[in-house]
């Protein structure tokens, strides 16, 4: 009975610890003699689909570079450098701020030796690498490979030579991998209950991108571009047809075209150029830097600078079409043909959703993107055409189109700086520092305002004689956002515009000093003032070179709601799992039937997650009582901030409740 229960309990800890570690990356290494006096070490990384293994150098201040180290024997030497099979993707990470390189698919890394004269055989030689592996979602902790490589021989792997052990031994096994005594009372190994469920990594929501998408199509639809084709298209569809269950019909279906023609636009590209790829151009220094100057051009244009337009070949083309077909077909032409006139104003909106909605990482976010903002495009046309007795109370075409497009103008013009700021980060400029973006936003939200109020006009607008309620309230609002940024001058943070800013550190005069906590970085000791003070302690596993991890201190640690909650409530412990510090003295532990060494600090709090909670991926959080027992499910990275609160308010009622 006892070997049953005890079974089952390894069976558990298996099958949680498949759900919960991590292994993208798989390593391999040969060593093969070419001449007598000279031979080449191979190394193959496998690496999963979705994840990326750093290069092998890397500015300081970013995350862990790939290392690759060589202990030969006596007359062996080393013959240039290590080289890779593939050249190394290079972008620049929004997060760090700074190029940084790495390899998204298998790669194979070779080193050239020379053997002296006279030098014993058989080569005994030992390759370590030291890596990290990262998605866009989280990172492995770093970690070692050591192989024992013969000349002419395969790779020895201690770790794939590991059997698994009869149920009978599990319970000595589970001894030796106990951690020592020297690491404390509060290691002992906890189970979360459903924490497979909790694996779920999320991203940019559905619901965001599908708002963002909505918004967009009514902005697009406001333009002069748009608006005039609303009662023209409409008025054709009614005169077409003299039944009006047709025309409603036919108006439906005009509807739905637009829908598909945008929803079909939005896959292609992204279908061409990859989400990823898409996702990799919101980083690129250089697509960028084009994308400020589009979208500086569309602004100018909006302003009646000029107008841009497509060959006006394409869309009579397609017209002639529609007039030549007949039933569905002539519909979906007409659709299209809107699409085509209307690509000046659409255009950029268009291209900075895709961009956005591409951050899902796959198909899902343009396809929602596009989806909403042709359902927003089509929806007036549908509805007028059900009731077309509203197309008397719609506005005329006039001035006021005109003002929308120069709103639309200033948005872009705001927008481009975004970036340009992206651009200026990588190349290391300095002209687009943080006072100088929020400078440039206020003046500009304020020429806004005061354009609105009728203060500022352009060539083609229309003399206002007096300022309208919507024209009245919308100045507010710009205004009011202009005195919003003020404060952000002097280091205010801004949380609604964080995304679109520089980061805080290009700041010259700061006198912010929230999200700042005080917390431990020994686990231990941590634990001790926790348990010495009542209250319940949040682990935070995170790491210098962890991108996510910064994103949920800006987006989610840093906000008023969450910073109270910890400050009055837990024991904060920071761990980073990539710290290099060395420890005084080495820590010797068993883990998985061999014996391992713990070097450094970030090899301990590794340690401590691998064995503790079966896991190795950052950002990682867990809430635990004052005997290291878990209060709710360990939960990652995630920026909604409504779901963090309420995870936390969980821990801290069952907290109190034991």
Aim: with cysteine; glycine share 8%; hydrophobic share 50%.
């Amino acid at each position: 009975m006892k070997k049953i229960f005890l079974l089952t309990i390894v069976s558990l800890v298996a099958v949680f610890a498949k759900a919960q570690m991590l292994d993208p990356i798989h390593w391999s290494a040969n060593v093969e003699m070419t001449s007598e006096k000279s031979g080449v070490i191979t190394l193959d990384a496998q690496i999963d689909e979705g994840w990326h293994l750093y290069g092998l150098t890397l500015p300081e201040g970013g995350p862990n570079p790939t290392t690759i180290s060589f202990t030969l024997p006596d007359g062996v030497s080393l013959d240039g450098e290590v080289t890779a099979s593939e050249k190394a993707i290079e972008k620049l990470d929004d997060i760090f701020q700074m190029p940084l390189s790495w390899w998204a698919s298998d790669v194979s890394f070779t080193q050239k030796f020379t053997v002296a004269e006279g030098t014993p055989r058989p080569l005994a030689i030992e390759v370590s690498v030291g890596f990290q592996g990262c998605n866009d979602q989280t990172c492995v902790a770093p970690k070692t490979e050591a192989f024992e490589l013969t000349a002419g021989g395969e790779a020895a792997n201690a770790a794939d030579n590991i059997t698994p052990l009869p149920a009978d031994k599990a319970e000595k096994v589970a001894a030796a991998d106990a951690p020592a005594a020297a690491l404390g009372k509060w290691w002992q190994p906890v189970v979360f209950a459903n924490a497979g469920e909790q694996a779920q990594l999320s991203n940019t929501s559905w619901g965001s991108i599908f708002l963002w998408g909505f918004l967009g199509g009514l902005l697009a639809l406001l333009t002069p571009c748009v608006w005039p084709m609303i009662p023209m298209t409409v008025s054709f569809f009614l005169k077409k047809t003299s039944s009006r269950s047709k025309a409603i019909r036919d108006a439906v279906t005009y509807g739905v075209s637009i829908v598909v023609i945008y929803l079909v636009l939005g896959l292609a590209i992204t279908l061409i150029f990859g989400a990823s790829k898409l996702n990799d151009l919101a980083t690129n220094a250089i697509f960028n830097l084009l994308f400020f100057l589009l979208l500086l051009v569309f602004a100018i244009s909006f302003f009646g600078a000029f107008n841009i337009t497509l060959p006006s070949s394409w869309s009579n083309s397609v017209d002639s079409k529609a007039e030549k077909t007949s039933g569905l077909l002539s519909i979906f032409f007409m659709a299209f043909t809107l699409a085509l006139v209307s690509f000046s104003c659409t255009g950029p909106i268009i291209g900075t959703l895709l961009v956005e909605a591409a951050s899902m990482g796959d198909i899902t976010g343009p396809a929602i993107g596009m989806g909403a903002f042709a359902l927003a495009l089509a929806l007036p046309f549908t509805l007028f055409a059900i009731f077309p007795s509203w197309l008397k109370e719609m506005p005329r075409s006039g001035g006021w189109l005109n003002s929308v497009k120069v709103v639309l103008g200033f948005l872009e013009l705001a927008l481009s700086l975004k970036f340009l700021s992206v651009a200026d980060l990588a190349y290391g400029w300095g002209i687009l520092d943080r006072e100088v973006f929020l400078s440039l936003w206020i003046v500009m939200f304020v020429m806004l305002g005061m354009y609105l109020l009728g203060k500022l006009n352009f060539a083609h607008d229309t003399p206002t004689e007096h300022v309208s309620i919507v024209r009245f309230f919308l100045s507010m609002v710009s205004l009011s956002f202009a005195v919003y940024l003020v404060p952000g001058l002097w280091g205010a943070p801004l949380k609604s515009v964080s995304a679109f800013v520089p980061p805080l550190y290009t700041q010259d005069f700061n006198l912010y000093a929230g999200g700042q906590f005080e917390e431990f970085d020994d686990y231990d000791a941590g634990m001790a003032y926790a348990e010495a003070n009542h209250r319940p302690v949040l682990i935070d596993f995170s790491g210098y070179g962890c991108v996510n991890c910064r994103k949920m201190e800006g987006a989610v640690f840093d906000t008023e709601e969450v910073e109270g909650i910890i400050k009055e409530n837990f024991v904060l412990i920071k761990l980073m799992v990539d710290d290099k510090t060395k420890l005084e003295q080495p820590i010797e532990v068993t883990e998985n039937g061999k014996k391992i060494k713990l070097g450094t600090v970030g090899d301990k709090w590794s340690y401590l997650q691998r064995m503790k909670f079966m896991a190795n991926s950052q950002p990682y959080y867990v809430m635990l009582d004052n005997e290291g027992k878990p209060l709710d499910n360990p939960t990652y990275y995630d920026e909604n901030v409504a779901k963090f609160v309420y995870w936390l308010e969980k821990g801290i009622e069952t907290y109190k409740g034991r």
